[in-house]
C-alpha cells in the first residue's frame, strides 16, 4: 500500500518564475492538504482540498493556489516566485474530515528552492 | 490566535533513559485532537501518538505515552527506553473544528550511545 507520494523531491526555480507541486494521496484518502515548512520552523497550513473544491486556507496569499482532481491527487502551484518561498512544501492526506481526528498521513515533501 | 508552544528548542538523552519533551496549546474549542510527530532527516512526518481533548486516560504507543492535563493545556510527550533512531525533531500539533493542524516550532532530540 503506497503512503502519500510527492513529486518532485527538489526542484530550483528563479523569481517571479512559476511551480506546480504533485502529491498522491494514500490509498482510500479523498482529503489532500499542503503545508509549507521554512528551514527551522513548523508546516503551516496552506490549504486542503475535499471533493475538488477547497475547504480551508490559510493565511498565504493568492500567488499559491491548487487543484484536486477526480482520483483524489493535487497540484499545489505557486506564481511570481519570492525568496521568502523557498522551503519544504508537504502533502498530508486523509479522509475527510480532518477535525474528527482521522489519521494524517504526510509525503516527504518537495523542497523548493528560489534563487 | 490558536498557538502550539515548544519551550525546548533542542533536548538530549541517553540511550536506554528516559526524556520527556514539553509542549503546551491554547484554544477555546473543548473537543480537538493533539498529536505528536517525528521528523528524522529524511523529512517525513511520521506520526508518533495522538490524543483525543474529551478523553481523560494518557495516551500510550508502546514506549512513547503523554501527560495530558486539559486544564492547564499541556500535552507532553515521554520517550522511555531512548534508541539512537528516536533522534529526530519531534512536533506538538493539535486540530480542532477546522481542517487545518496547528503545529509548534518543534524540539530537536539527540539521542547520545
Known amino acids: 500500500d503506497a503512503g502519500v507520494t510527492q513529486s518532485p523531491t527538489h526542484l530550483i526555480k528563479t523569481r517571479g518564475q512559476q511551480v506546480t507541486l504533485r502529491c498522491s494521496p494514500k490509498?482510500?484518502?479523498?482529503?489532500v492538504s499542503w503545508y509549507q515548512q521554512a528551514l527551522g520552523q513548523g508546516p503551516q497550513f496552506i490549504f486542503q482540498y475535499y471533493e475538488e473544491e477547497e475547504r480551508q486556507r490559510g493565511n498565504f496569499p493568492d500567488r499559491f493556489s491548487g487543484h484536486q482532481f477526480p482520483n483524489y491527487s493535487s497540484e499545489l502551484n505557486v506564481n511570481a516566485l519570492l525568496l521568502g518561498d523557498s522551503a519544504l512544501y508537504l502533502c498530508?492526506?486523509?479522509?475527510?474530515?480532518?477535525?474528527?481526528?482521522?489519521?494524517?498521513?504526510f509525503g516527504e515533501g518537495s523542497w523548493l528552492t528560489v534563487v | 490566535a490558536q498557538t502550539v508552544t515548544q519551550s525546548q528548542p533542542e533536548m538530549s538523552v541517553q540511550e536506554a533513559e528516559t526524556v520527556t519533551l514539553s509542549c503546551t496549546y491554547d484554544?477555546?474549542?473543548?473537543?480537538?485532537?493533539l498529536f505528536w510527530y517525528k521528523q528524522p532527516p529524511s523529512r517525513q512526518m511520521i506520526l508518533v501518538i495522538r490524543?483525543?481533548?474529551?478523553?481523560?486516560q494518557n495516551a500510550t504507543e508502546n514506549r512513547f505515552s503523554v501527560n495530558f492535563q486539559k486544564a492547564a493545556k499541556s500535552f507532553s510527550l515521554k520517550i522511555s527506553d531512548s534508541q539512537l533512531g528516536d533522534a529526530a525533531m519531534y512536533f506538538c500539533?493539535?486540530?480542532?473544528?477546522?481542517?487545518?493542524?496547528?503545529f509548534g516550532e518543534g524540539t530537536q532530540l539527540t539521542v547520545n550511545p
Open positions: 484554544t477555546s474549542e473543548s473537543d480537538y485532537y
Open positions: 490509498s482510500g484518502h479523498d482529503t
Open positions: 490524543q483525543e481533548a474529551y478523553k481523560q
Open positions: 500539533a493539535y486540530i480542532e473544528s477546522g481542517s487545518r493542524l496547528t
Open positions: 498530508a492526506s486523509s479522509l475527510f474530515p480532518t477535525s474528527s481526528g482521522n489519521t494524517i498521513y
